[in-house]
């Protein structure tokens, strides 16, 4: 059986990037933290980081560029460890997260 390590905590995590209220609107006024977020979660050896989604509302640019921060981790990622001997061979994955929409102005 192939097990895989999903992140965990995203807003506990984000806290230790900023001073601030913690809450969706970080993807679109921070998104420096929520990529150091999502590096955090690889460099501690999870398989699987989740996009900042959960309650963002549906809008395509924000679920775009929760993306592209994403994929952008995982690219930084993949270039700390290629030449790495005591890293196993990786191959993060990302997985969208959705949940009840949460309706915010930006």
């Known amino acids: 059986?192939?097990?895989?390590?999903?992140?965990?905590?995203?807003?506990?995590?984000?806290?230790?990037?900023?001073?601030?209220?913690?809450?969706?609107?970080?993807?679109?006024?921070?998104?420096?933290?929520?990529?150091?977020t999502h590096l955090d979660s690889l460099q501690a050896g999870v398989d699987i980081i989740e996009t900042s989604t959960y309650q963002v509302p549906v809008a395509?640019?924000?679920?775009?560029?929760?993306?592209?921060?994403?994929?952008?981790?995982?690219n930084d990622y993949n270039k700390e460890i290629k030449d790495s001997d005591n890293v196993e061979n990786r191959h993060p994955m990302i997985a969208g997260s959705c949940g009840p929409y949460g309706w915010f102005r930006i």
Do not use: E
Not at 10 to 29: E, M, N, P
Not at 64 to 72: D, E, P, Q
């Open 60 to 74: 395509i640019k924000l679920l775009h560029k929760a993306v592209h921060l994403a994929r952008a981790a995982v």
């Open 1 to 36: 059986m192939d097990i895989k390590i999903l992140d965990g905590g995203f807003g506990s995590q984000l806290s230790t990037h900023v001073d601030a209220k913690i809450d969706a609107r970080f993807l679109a006024t921070n998104p420096n933290a929520v990529y150091d």
